[in-house]
């Protein structure tokens, strides 16, 4: 069985994917000469880093993450109150170095994943930033969702995912959908242990990806199935 690859989606996200992998390790390259933040344990309140993250300032550059993608995926485009913004998550992609003498990080990348709550409705998203010495962070919206795979793992499973759910989409009638978009990605199954052929897989997990196509939705099921050996394999099924 063949799978189509809509080239259009294939071409824009891989190119995000890229994108933000190549910043990642320029943020990486330069030598560290003061504070850094490795780890989210130490991002604590009555930091500099902590005060930076939370802003006034980072918290409007969410707002504009979720009027994004509220844009794209075409909600709530009719709701006249006021939107709120509320982080839930924070992920270290790469140190975060705050000079005291400095208004944004120098060195770093990060991602903020945060509810957007406008007209009685909520969505996750996530917004990644990569800092620039001397100007403000480079921001850019991230796949919607609270998948637990690191930006690697997504790129590396989007080619299979995306393929998977043109067929789907095909299955119902839509030839050739160029036009989709990753609305929501979440994890179906936690963390376990399976066994196969007397090979026990620690840590195994299974998410829902969910596409939509020419006003289609389709969801694409992976499973994530970690080797052992820092790695992790990945398949997608359909239902």
């Not at 969910?210 to 790695?231: A, H, R």
Request: contains cysteine; glycine residues 6%.
């Amino acid at each position: 069985m063949q799978l189509a690859k809509p080239d259009s989606f294939l071409k824009e996200h891989v190119t995000c994917a890229k994108w933000l992998l190549a910043l990642i390790a320029v943020a990486t390259c330069t030598p560290v000469i003061a504070e850094v933040l490795t780890t989210v344990k130490d991002l604590k309140p009555g930091t500099k880093i902590f005060a930076y993250m939370f802003s006034h300032e980072q918290m409007e550059e969410l707002y504009k993450v979720g009027v994004f993608w509220d844009k794209k995926l075409g909600l709530q485009q009719n709701c006249k109150s006021q939107f709120h913004v509320k982080p839930i998550g924070f992920v270290i992609l790469a140190p975060i170095n705050l000079p005291e003498n400095e208004a944004h990080p120098v060195e770093g990348a990060w991602k903020h994943r945060f509810e957007f709550e406008r007209c009685g409705d909520t969505k996750i998203y996530n917004a990644i930033f990569v800092s620039k010495k001397g100007t403000k962070p480079e921001l850019r919206p991230y796949f919607p969702g609270t998948s637990k795979a690191s930006p690697q793992l997504i790129h590396d499973a989007m080619t299979l995912a995306v393929s998977s759910a043109s067929f789907k989409l095909k299955e119902k009638g839509v030839k050739e959908c160029k036009d989709m978009v990753v609305a929501d990605m979440r994890v179906t199954q936690m963390p376990h242990e399976v066994v196969e052929r007397g090979t026990v897989y620690p840590g195994v997990w299974q998410e829902s990806w969910t596409f939509v196509g020419c006003g289609q939705p389709v969801d694409v099921l992976i499973n994530f199935t970690p080797d052992g050996k820092g790695g992790t394999n990945y398949s997608t099924q359909i239902r």
